[in-house]
């Protein structure tokens, strides 16, 4: 174990043994940033729904929406222009000049080639009918989809899988007909619901297993027709519910009376399943992988974020499926040793490298390259001049102490408060500014021109005429305006559901605040005084219990 002092924000951070062993490993230094910064340092190459209109794609001139700012520099194509063959990303190749800095041809490069408009895993098949989802694939019938794939009729989700006819959700898979669902899993008829498996026909409710027709319910196991807590019968069950859906003052007047109820309760130090040796949040089926959020299937690993069937591998976020030793990696699957580098599939030993796929081998600052091997700056070498080459960048890297991070920000195409880090770690402009960020002032969104105020709205389900959806509406929280699609007021309707006043973006914010956040802290189990590790604060209200103390008062 070794103490170091981060040389971003000079807080001090610990480097465990098996730390030195990885880095040693993928043949690069200890890091000298602490972990928090490197998140912030992936999260600049993550812009997930920060999402632009009034772009057209360069090669066909249709119009799409894109996650690059019309103002940027860079040249967008739409998803099938750009994985067409009427381009070739070699014919962007630059010579490399050693009397220049790597990393300012590398910002040249990437700001020359292509990008693609929205990010699509084509691994889990191609999108249909549905073209504005980032991050993810396999979508039918799609709209505002983030980090996840497949789905069918879904709206308004990230880090969704299997799911069909949900809306506002997050982190659940193998789910159908639910809405405002938060790490929810193989369920139906899920609404308001957070921490829930194996369960059908469940409302605000909270840590439930194997459960059937329970609203306001809080750490049940098996069982059916409770209000909150307490048995009733079925009819009374169906009367009650009744009288709830449909109108936006009840709903929120529950929401309150439920909130008040959850907190009575015990809490899980985390929310991991099938886990061994593991540290971190949302963990399945992992073993040896800590300090993590969100990772399925992860094995001998740290610092992940929304990964899948990854293992050996540090400072990773988004896919990973199929991949071992990625180091610093954003939206990297299907790959081995890979490092600093953002979108790589289906390729091996890639370094510092911005959406290369698939199949290629030996690329070092490379940018939309595929089936190519040997490559520095787009341009094919040797094996002996690549070598070379490489040599003098890893040393040029290694004396500015960047050799195993991710790219600098100053190489981003986004914005801090355009990428995953604000959603996660939030900054304000002047906090971003002192840590090398770039900020936007410029994010795409119109204020003042609702047609229809909040307070108009019909408050029941059952009032609200088709015409809504020529509405322009007013988030309750932040004013932005936003619209209500066809689609939407459709599942509203059918699972009678009010309105949203908010926008999404207010609704995906409260859903990580639901979450809770990327961060651990060392607490006591309020039962037996344990020694846990979990990211409820200090501070927070909730009782957190150890796992065995937890699973003694459900069970």
């Known amino acids: ?54 772009v057209n794609c360069k090669m066909c001139n249709k119009s799409i929406m894109a996650m690059y700012n019309p103002n940027s520099p860079y040249i967008v194509y739409c998803s099938d222009c750009y994985s067409s063959d009427k381009w070739d990303a070699r014919e962007y190749s630059k010579d490399y000049d050693f009397s220049r800095t790597f990393l300012s041809q590398l910002d040249e490069l990437i700001k020359s080639v292509p990008k693609m408009n929205l990010y699509t895993t084509f691994a889990n098949g191609a999108n249909i009918n549905s073209p504005f989802n980032n991050g993810f694939g396999g979508a039918k019938n799609c709209y505002f989809l983030f980090n996840g794939g497949p789905a069918e009729d879904t709206l308004y989700s990230r880090g969704v899988k299997d799911c069909k006819d ?22 139906s008829r899920i609404f308001y619901g957070q921490n829930i498996t194996n369960s059908t026909d469940c409302y605000f409710s909270y840590n439930l297993s194997g459960c059937i027709n329970c609203f306001g319910c809080v750490n049940l196991r098996n069982k059916s027709n409770h209000w909150f807590n307490e048995p009733i019968s079925r009819e009374e069950f169906e009367k009650r519910l009744s009288l709830v859906f449909g109108s936006y003052n009840t709903i929120e007047e529950v929401k309150g009376k439920y909130e008040e109820f959850r907190i009575k309760f015990p809490h899980r130090e985390n929310n991991n399943i099938k886990t061994q040796d593991c540290i971190g949040d949302y963990l399945s089926e992992c073993k040896n992988v800590h300090n993590s959020l969100e990772v399925t299937k992860g094995e001998n690993c740290k610092d992940l974020f929304s990964s899948k069937e990854i293992k050996d591998s540090r400072g990773v976020f988004g896919y990973g499926i199929g991949a071992e030793y990625l180091l610093e990696t954003v939206s990297t699957g299907h790959s081995s040793n890979v490092i600093g580098s953002y979108a790589i599939d289906q390729s091996m030993d890639i370094q510092y490298s911005f959406s290369c796929f698939p199949s290629n081998k030996y690329l070092i600052g490379c940018d939309g390259l595929k089936n190519s091997e040997y490559c520095i700056l787009n341009k094919q070498y040797s094996k002996e001049e690549y070598e070379k080459i490489k040599e003098h960048i890893i040393k040029e890297l290694t004396d500015l102490g960047a050799y195993g991070l991710m790219m600098p920000p100053e190489l981003s195409p986004f914005a801090y408060n355009e990428t995953i880090g604000q959603d996660n770690m939030p900054l304000t402009k002047e906090e971003a500014a002192a840590q090398g960020f770039r900020w936007e002032d410029d994010i795409q969104k119109t204020e003042g021109k609702e047609t229809l105020k909040p307070e108009e709205i019909r408050d029941h389900i059952r009032d609200v005429e088709d015409s809504i959806t020529k509405e322009v509406l007013a988030c309750v929280d932040c004013n932005r305006n936003y619209r209500i699609t066809e689609a939407e007021l459709l599942f509203y309707r059918k699972m009678i559901l009010p309105i949203p006043r908010k926008c999404f973006y207010c609704r995906h914010k409260n859903r990580i605040e639901r979450r809770g956040p990327y961060k651990f802290w060392d607490r006591h189990c309020a039962k037996c005084n344990k020694d846990i590790v979990t990211n409820y604060a200090p501070n927070r209200p909730e009782i957190v219990y150890c796992e065995k103390c937890y699973q003694q008062e459900v069970y």
């Open 1 to 54: 174990m070794e103490n170091r002092n981060c040389q971003r924000c000079s807080q001090n951070f610990t480097l465990e043994v098996d730390d030195f062993s990885f880095y040693e490993k993928m043949k690069v230094p200890a890091p000298s940033v602490c972990s928090e910064c490197r998140f912030k340092m992936r999260s600049m190459f993550r812009n997930e729904n920060v999402l632009y209109t009034g």
């Open 166 to 187: 949900i809306v506002d959700s997050y982190f659940s898979t193998k789910i159908e007909n639910s809405y405002e669902a938060i790490n929810v899993h193989h369920s």
